[in-house]
C-alpha cells in the first residue's frame, strides 16, 4: 500500500448508486420491509402461532374476530390467524421456490444460447419459442388433475411454465452486451470465454434478471392461489392462502371474515413484492445513471 | 408479408400437434377412469360402455381413431353426458365465454387503454398516481378474490346486481364482465402508460411539435401508433389468460360458459370432454397469438418492409 | 429592426442532481438573410438557448428565469402555448441532428411534410401534397411522386436530412434553427448539405441560427459567429473577426483545437510490421451479402501511423477488426512480425493478443461500468502475467501517470468520469500490455474539439515514448492528416488511393480522394 492509495478518492459503484436510488423510493422500501416481516413470519411460525395447526373446537364453530382469535375462526372452530401463518409458509414458499427454478433454468438456458450464438442459439430458442406457444395454463390444469396435488409437482409444473420468459431475457442480455464495445474490449485483451462471461457479461446482465424475478414471484403465487382455488393445487391438510380464500369465498355470506382476511394477506404480499419491482427496476435502469 | 404469415401458421402447427397428442396420453395415463366414481356398475355394463367409448382399444389404437376423427372435425362424444358430443358442448358453451371474453377484453382495453394514456400526458402527478394504484390493486388483487368481494359488495349487502347466471336476469352480465377485465384493464393500463411515456419521449415527437401542432394531435397522430404497440403484442397472452380467468369468473357466477364445463370435466375425468376442449381452446390460443404477432408486425412499417422482402 | 433579438437569457435546470445554470443572461441578434452560427462543446448551453425560444424545453426540469428574445417585435419568452405554437413551424422553423430519430418512423413522408401546412394555412390535402412535392425538388430530392409515400427508414442519411429541411420550409418560414444538421452525416454529404442550406438561405433571404460544435463546419457559410462555453456567451463577431483575431481565450482554444496541419513524411526506412494481403471480410444477412472489405492489401511499417480513411460503408473499421481477429474473416491473410494471424488456433491467437490491441470508438461503452479504474487496468497486467497481485498496483498507477489521468481517481467507477478522461482508461488498458501495434478506432470522434486536441496529443506523444505501430481508423480528414504519416483512402471496402499525408493532401490522383478533401469544413479561412 503506498501513500498515493490512502489519498485515494472513493468511488461509487453502480450497485451502491443503485441501491441509494431504491432508498428513496418509500413505496419500494415499504415493499421491502412488509415483505421481509413476512417472509420472517412465515419462517418462525411453527414457534410464534397462538394455536396448533389444527387444534379444531367444533363447539366454538366460526366466529368473527375476538380477543382470543384476532381474526376469527373457521367453521371447525380454528384460529384463522394461525390458519393465514401457515398458509403463507405454503404459499411464500411455492413463490419463491418455483421461481428460483424458473430463474436457474432460465437464466442458463438463455446464456448460453445468447452467448454461442448460431445454430445452437437457434434451435434453442426455437425449442422456447414451441413452449411458449404451448397453452400452459391448461396443461397445468391438465397436469394437475392426472397427477394429484403433489407439492412438489406443482413447483415443477409452476418453473417449468416460468422459465421460458426468463430465457428470453437472458438471452436478449446477453447479445446485447456480447456486441457492446467492452466486451470486444475484454476478447482483445485476450480473456477467455468463461472469464469474460463471469466478470463482465453476467454483473451487467443482472439488472434486468433481478427486476424480472422480483416481479415473477408475485406471478407464480397468484397461479398457485388460482390452481388452489379450482381444488386443483394445495391439498388439505396442508392449507396455502389460495385454499383459504376458496372455503372463504364459499361461506362468505355468512363469515366474510374468512375471506377478507386471506385475501388482504395474499394482495398485501403481491402490493409489496410488485412495488419492490418496480422500485428495482427504477433504481437500475442503467440510462438514468449519472450521466 | 404473405411468406411471414404462412411461416408462422406452419409453425403453429407442429405447437398444435404437441398440444393433442400430449394431451391425450396424459388424460389416459390419469388413474381411475371416467365411470370409476359413479355408482358401482355391473362388470358386463361396464365392459360394454368401455367397448362403446373405445376404452378396450389398444392405447395407440385409441390414437389413431381419434386423431382421425378429429380431422373431420369430430371431437367425440362425451363421458359425462351420455348422449351429447362433445361438439354440441363446445356449441353451446363457447358463444357465452366468447361473449364474457369481449366484454372483458373491451373493459380491459377500453379502460386500461384511456387511464394509461392520461397517466403518460401529466407523469408524477395525481392523474398519474390515482389510476396507477388501482391498476396495483387490481394486479394484486387475483380475479377468485375480486369476483367473490364484489358479489359481497354488489350482490349481497347493497343488492343492486345479480350474482349469478348470463342472460337470465337483466345485468347479470355486469359483475363477470368487470371482475374478468379488471385485472386486464390493470395491465393494459400500465402498459400503455410505459409505452406512450417511452414515445413521447423520442426526437419524432419534438419536430412534431416544432412544427407547431396541437398537442392533441402530437399525442393522438404522432404518439398512439408506438406507444400502444406494447398493448398489441400483450393481446396475444391476454387472451390465454382470459382464457383461464373464465374458468374461475364462471364457476363463481355459475356461467354456462366452456371454462365451467372444461372445470368440471376435469373433475369427473371426462375424457373426451377434456381432450375436446383442450385441444379446440389451445388451438383458438396458438391462432390468436400468431394475429396477435402479425398485428404486431404490420404496425410496424419497418418490420413490414423487411418481412416482405 | 432585427429579426430576432434575444437580451439577458438566462435559464436554470433543476434536476435531480442538483441546480444549474444552462444559460447565463446572453444576448445577441439574428439579421434577416444572415447566417448565424452558434458554437459551442457539450454543457455550453447552445441548444437550450434556442429551445427555450420555442417553448420546446420541457419546464420543469427548465425554468426560464429571464429574458426577453424580440421575434419581429414580440417577446417569445411572454407567450402563452397558443401563441408559440402558431409561430412554430409557420415563422420560425427548427431542423434537428439525427433524421433517423427526428422523424416519425411510422408515418410516410408525405404525411409529415404536408402537417405544417394543414395546420397552420389550412390547405387541403391535395394542394398540400402538391406542394410538398414542389419542395422535396427544391431539396434535391428527385422523384417526388414516389418517394412521397416512402417511410423514413427507406432514405438515406443525408436524403432523410432534406426531408426534414423541406419540412421545415414549406410553411416560408422568416428564421430556421438548425440544431447540428450535418454532425450525424457523413463528411461528403455535411458539405451538400451545408451548401443547401446556405443556397435556400439565400434563395429565401431568411434567417438561419446554425448550432454546432465545429467552428471548422460553419467557417464557410456563417455571416456572424457566437461562442458560448459552460452557458456564457464569450465572444461574438463576423467570420472574418473570429477566425483571423479571436479575442477571448476559449476561441482561440477552439480554433487551436481545429486539426489543421499535416504531418510531415517520416524519414524512417519503412519496415513492415504488420500486412495485409488480399483479406475480404464478408457478412450474411437473410437478405444479401455484404462485402464489408472486398479484397484489400496493404502494409503497416513499424513505428508509423497509418490513417484509414473513409465514409459509412467504407470498411474501415471492419478491417482494423479482422485485423485483430475480433471478427472472422472470409478470405486473406495477415501477418504480424512474420506471424500469419489468420492461421492461429484459439491458444496461439491469445497469446498473440499481448503484442496487438485496440482502442475503441466510444468511451462510454468500452469500459465495463461495474470495473473500477484498477479492476479495469490490472486485469490485462495480471492475466497475462507482467505483474504479480503485490506490484500490479503500482504499475496500475504508473499507467495512470502515463495518460494524465490523477492517481486519486484509481478506486472509481466509469460513470464518474468525462468522456474525455473514459478515453483515457481506455488507452490506459490497450498500453497495458506494452503491445507493439494498436489499432485506434475513431477514438476521438466521440469527444468534444478541445478534448481531441488533447488525446490526439496523448496518442501522439504515446506511440513516440513506446515506439508504436498504429493503425489509425477515422471519418474525420482534418483529424488524420495531422496524426498519421501515411494514409489509405477506402470508398465501399476496396483501396481508392494510398500515399503519405503530404502527397495525398496536395496532390490527390483519384477523383474520390478529391471529393472527400474539398468535403473538409472551413478550409478556406484556416489555410490562411
Known sequence: ?291 | ?309 | MSLLSVSNLRVDFNTRNGHTIAVNDISFSVEKGQITAIIGESGSGKSVACYSLLGLLPQPPASIESGQALFEGQDLLQMSEAELRAIRGRDIAMIFQDPMTCLNPFMTIGDQLIEPLVYHKNLSEKHALARAKELLVEVGIRDPDTTINNYPHEFSGGMRQRVMIAMALINEPKLLIADEPTTALDVTIQAQILKLIAELQTKRDIGVIFISHDLAVVADIADQIIVMEKGLLVERGDREAIFTDAQHPYTQKLLAAIPSSIKEASTRAPEPLVRVEHLKTYFETPSQLVKAVDDVSFQINKGEILGLVGESGSGKSTIGRSILRLLPITEGTVTFAGTDVTALDKKGLRGMRRRMQMIFQDPYASLNPRMSVYDTLAEPLLLHGIESRKTVEQAVLTLMDDVGLARAFIRKYPHEFSGGQRQRIAIGRALATKPEFIVADEPVSALDVTIQAQILDLLLDLGNQYGLTMLFVSHDLAVVRHIADRIIVLYQGKIVEEGSSEALFTNPQQSYTKTLLHSIPGQSLLAG
Not at chain 2, 62 to 88: C, H, M
Not at chain 2, 100 to 115: H, K, V
Not at chain 2, 222 to 229: K, S, V, Y
Request: proline share 6%; with cysteine; aromatic share 10%.
Open chain 1, 1 to 291: 500500500m503506498t501513500d498515493m492509495t490512502l489519498q485515494a478518492e472513493k468511488g461509487t459503484s453502480l450497485w451502491e448508486d443503485a441501491w441509494r436510488r431504491l432508498k428513496k423510493n418509500k413505496l419500494a422500501l415499504f415493499g421491502l420491509g412488509l415483505l421481509g416481516s413476512f417472509v420472517l413470519i412465515a419462517l418462525i411460525t411453527p414457534w410464534i402461532a397462538p394455536y396448533a395447526y389444527d387444534a379444531q373446537n367444533l363447539d366454538l364453530g366460526a366466529t368473527p374476530p375476538s380477543a382470543a382469535h384476532w381474526l376469527g375462526t373457521d367453521i371447525f372452530g380454528r384460529d384463522l390467524l394461525t390458519q393465514i401463518m401457515y398458509g403463507g409458509r405454503i404459499s411464500l414458499a411455492v413463490g419463491f421456490v418455483a421461481t428460483a427454478v424458473a430463474l436457474f433454468i432460465g437464466v442458463s438456458w438463455g446464456a448460453i444460447a445468447g452467448y454461442v450464438g448460431g445454430r445452437v442459439d437457434a434451435v434453442m430458442m426455437r425449442i422456447v419459442d414451441i413452449l411458449y406457444a404451448l397453452p400452459f395454463m391448461i396443461f397445468i390444469v391438465l397436469l394437475m388433475v392426472v397427477f394429484g396435488r403433489n407439492l412438489l409437482l406443482l413447483f415443477l409444473a409452476i418453473g417449468a411454465v416460468e422459465w421460458l420468459t426468463m430465457a428470453r431475457i437472458m438471452r436478449g442480455q446477453v447479445q446485447t452486451l456480447r456486441k457492446q464495445e467492452f466486451v470486444e474490449a475484454a476478447i482483445s485483451l485476450g480473456l477467455a470465454p468463461a472469464t469474460i462471461i463471469r466478470r463482465h457479461l453476467i454483473p451487467n446482465a443482472l439488472g434486468p434478471i433481478i427486476v424480472y424475478t422480483t416481479l415473477t414471484i408475485p406471478s407464480v403465487m397468484l397461479l398457485e392461489a388460482f390452481l388452489s382455488f379450482l381444488g386443483l393445487g394445495i391439498q388439505p391438510p396442508k392449507t396455502s392462502w389460495g385454499l383459504l380464500i376458496s372455503y372463504g369465498a364459499e361461506t362468505m355470506e355468512e363469515y366474510p371474515w374468512l375471506l377478507i382476511f386471506p385475501g388482504m394477506a395474499l394482495t398485501l404480499t403481491l402490493f409489496a413484492l410488485n412495488f419492490l419491482g418496480d422500485g428495482l427496476r427504477d433504481a437500475l435502469d442503467v440510462r438514468r445513471s449519472a450521466d
Open chain 2, 1 to 309: 408479408m404473405w411468406r411471414f404469415i404462412i411461416g408462422r401458421l406452419l409453425q403453429a402447427v407442429p405447437v398444435i400437434f404437441i398440444v393433442i397428442t400430449a394431451t391425450f396420453f396424459l388424460v389416459r395415463a390419469a388413474p381411475g377412469g371416467p365411470f370409476d366414481a359413479e355408482k358401482a356398475v355391473i362388470p358386463e355394463v361396464k365392459a360394454a360402455l368401455e367397448r362403446q367409448y373405445r376404452l378396450d382399444l389398444p392405447l395407440h389404437q385409441q390414437y389413431v381413431a381419434y386423431l382421425s376423427d378429429l380431422v373431420q372435425g369430430d371431437l367425440g362424444p362425451s363421458f359425462k353426458y351420455p348422449g351429447r358430443s362433445i361438439n354440441e358442448l363446445i356449441e353451446s358453451g363457447l358463444p357465452v365465454t366468447a361473449e364474457l371474453g369481449a366484454y372483458a377484453l373491451l373493459i380491459a382495453l377500453i379502460i386500461g387503454g384511456i387511464s394509461g394514456i392520461l397517466a403518460a400526458l401529466r407523469p408524477n402527478t395525481l392523474q398519474d398516481y390515482i389510476p396507477m394504484s388501482l391498476a396495483m390493486v387490481g394486479i394484486c388483487m387475483p380475479t377468485f378474490l375480486l369476483g367473490p368481494l364484489l358479489v359481497l359488495l354488489f350482490g349481497i349487502e347493497l343488492d343492486w346486481l345479480p350474482v349469478s347466471g348470463w342472460g337470465d336476469i337483466p345485468g347479470d352480465k355486469i359483475l363477470p364482465s368487470i371482475t374478468l377485465g379488471a385485472a386486464y384493464a390493470a395491465y393494459v393500463a400500465r402498459l400503455s402508460r410505459a409505452g406512450m411515456l417511452e414515445v413521447l419521449s423520442q426526437d419524432y415527437i419534438r419536430t412534431a411539435r416544432a412544427k407547431g401542432l396541437p398537442e392533441w394531435h402530437v399525442v393522438l397522430k404522432h404518439g398512439l401508433r408506438g406507444g400502444m404497440l406494447p398493448v398489441v403484442a400483450f393481446l396475444g397472452p391476454a387472451f390465454a389468460g382470459l382464457l383461464a380467468g373464465s374458468f374461475v369468473v364462471e364457476t363463481i357466477f355459475q356461467i354456462p360458459g366452456l371454462g365451467r364445463f372444461y372445470v368440471q370435466a376435469a373433475f369427473n375425468r371426462d375424457y373426451t370432454m377434456i381432450l375436446g376442449t383442450t385441444v379446440f381452446l389451445s388451438t383458438l390460443i396458438v391462432l390468436f397469438n400468431l394475429l396477435s404477432d402479425i398485428v404486431a408486425a404490420w404496425l410496424n412499417p419497418r418490420l413490414r418492409a423487411q418481412l416482405s422482402e
